[in-house]
């Protein structure tokens, strides 16, 4: 019964919720919670029929201005790239982050206080004060820093400002995209399982209507500290079976994709990959070592989750203002 409500009320409460975040630039939890319902109920058409619309209004610009860029692609590189994603929901980046800044940040993630993931709590939460990390003493799987913290860092800034993430998000959104996430976290092997606060069952990231995530690999990972796994394909359409808002077990996929479809990011340190987390994906429970991860994302909309607006000083915000909106100074 309760199901069936939902199924009656929840257009119009995502309609309406909408209208108000038109005006007022927040989502309610009621109307976040009917945008996730209509994802699974719709297999995700309503996310496809609302970036539709996005586009009409915030057309991406065409640009193509790669330089100076910290990678070395081109625009046609890039078309090809985008395409890449579009097909399989990833894309593994033959290039690498260079060396100096993935010494800097990996410096500035050893020394830099940060918060711990909250194991006794439901859902995911951190606990309130701030630490420097004691690799001696590990006393959860993921440590996150905050993103006040991170936007600060110069190394940091050289990366969500570099205009060859920002194009190709804005080629595989198909409009001006907005930067709105900002994260780097710590993983540790912790209690010999998995654990869905970390990421460490597979899942689908409903956020946004569309969005494309960069992860840069910060420390070697091989296939025991905790390597991206990815589901190919899976960021189209879902399967019956898998049509829910939970985690779902690796013996539950392996029932409906073969086994091809299952993909693990290894990678030395610098590996950069751009992936759509709509599709099903989770991070692999470590067995030993550490793995540092650094992720931004780029998004269509602001509807959905909540987001911080972090203020920081940089040249770089005077490029387009909808893209930087959440960092303007």
Same mark, same amino acid.
């Given at each position: 019964?309760?199901?069936?409500?939902?199924?009656? $009320?929840?257009?119009?409460?995502?309609?309406?919720? #909408?209208? #108000?975040?038109?005006?007022?630039?927040?989502?309610?939890?009621?109307?976040?919670? =009917?945008?996730?319902?209509?994802?699974?109920?719709?297999?995700?058409?309503?996310?496809?029929?609302? =970036?539709?619309?996005?586009? +009409?209004?915030?057309?991406?610009? *065409?640009?193509?201005? +790669?330089?100076?860029?910290?990678?070395? #692609?081109?625009?046609?590189? $890039?078309?090809?790239?985008?395409?890449?994603?579009? &097909?399989?929901?990833?894309?593994?980046?033959?290039?690498?982050?260079?060396?100096?800044?993935?010494?800097? $940040?990996?410096?500035?993630?050893?020394?830099?206080?940060?918060?711990? @993931?909250?194991?006794?709590?439901?859902?995911?939460?951190?606990?309130?004060?701030?630490? %420097?990390?004691?690799?001696?003493?590990?006393?959860?799987?993921?440590?996150?820093?905050?993103?006040?913290?991170?936007?600060?860092?110069?190394?940091?800034?050289?990366?969500?400002?570099?205009?060859?993430?920002?194009?190709?998000?804005? *080629?595989?959104?198909?409009?001006?995209?907005?930067?709105?996430?900002? /994260?780097?976290?710590?993983?540790?092997?912790?209690?010999?399982?998995? /654990?869905?606060?970390?990421?460490?069952?597979?899942?689908?990231?409903?956020?946004?209507?569309?969005?494309?995530?960069?992860?840069?690999? @910060?420390?070697?990972?091989?296939?025991?500290?905790?390597?991206?796994?990815?589901?190919?394909?899976?960021?189209?359409?879902? %399967?019956?079976?898998?049509?829910?808002?939970?985690?779902?077990?690796?013996?539950?996929?392996?029932?409906?994709?073969?086994?091809?479809?299952? &993909?693990?990011?290894?990678?030395?340190?610098?590996?950069?990959?751009?992936?759509?987390?709509?599709?099903?994906?989770?991070?692999?429970?470590?067995?030993?070592?550490?793995? @540092? +991860?650094?992720?931004?994302?780029?998004?269509? =909309?602001?509807?959905?989750? %909540? #987001?911080? &607006? /972090?203020?920081?000083?940089? *040249?770089?915000?005077?490029?387009?203002?909808? /893209?930087?909106?959440?960092?303007?100074?």
């Amino acid at each position: 019964m309760k199901k069936v409500v939902k199924y009656i $009320l929840f257009p119009f409460v995502f309609i309406f919720g #909408y209208l #108000y975040f038109l005006i007022s630039k927040k989502t309610s939890n009621l109307t976040f919670a =009917s945008f996730r319902f209509l994802f699974v109920t719709t297999n995700g058409r309503i996310n496809d029929i609302m =970036s539709q619309l996005i586009t +009409l209004f915030h057309p991406k610009n *065409n640009s193509n201005q +790669l330089n100076p860029s910290i990678l070395n #692609y081109t625009a046609h590189d $890039l078309e090809n790239i985008s395409a890449e994603i579009q &097909k399989k929901g990833y894309y593994e980046f033959e290039q690498i982050l260079p060396e100096d800044l993935q010494d800097k $940040l990996l410096d500035f993630a050893q020394k830099t206080p940060l918060r711990v @993931l909250d194991v006794q709590a439901k859902g995911i939460q951190y606990l309130p004060n701030k630490r %420097p990390i004691d690799f001696q003493e590990i006393i959860a799987p993921r440590y996150q820093f905050d993103q006040s913290d991170l936007v600060e860092n110069e190394a940091i800034q050289k990366i969500i400002f570099d205009p060859f993430f920002t194009e190709l998000a804005a *080629n595989y959104l198909n409009c001006e995209p907005i930067l709105d996430l900002v /994260t780097m976290w710590w993983s540790f092997p912790f209690q010999q399982k998995a /654990t869905s606060q970390a990421a460490q069952m597979y899942h689908f990231d409903m956020d946004r209507f569309k969005f494309i995530k960069f992860f840069f690999y @910060l420390t070697d990972v091989h296939t025991d500290n905790g390597p991206h796994c990815y589901i190919q394909n899976s960021h189209h359409r879902l %399967p019956k079976s898998l049509r829910e808002d939970r985690r779902i077990t690796d013996e539950e996929l392996k029932l409906v994709y073969p086994e091809t479809s299952f &993909k693990e990011f290894i990678g030395k340190k610098g590996t950069i990959l751009a992936v759509d987390t709509r599709g099903l994906h989770k991070g692999k429970p470590l067995v030993k070592d550490a793995r @540092l +991860l650094f992720q931004i994302q780029f998004s269509n =909309s602001l509807f959905g989750a %909540p #987001y911080l &607006k /972090t203020r920081i000083l940089n *040249n770089a915000l005077k490029k387009p203002k909808r /893209t930087f909106q959440l960092y303007q100074a």
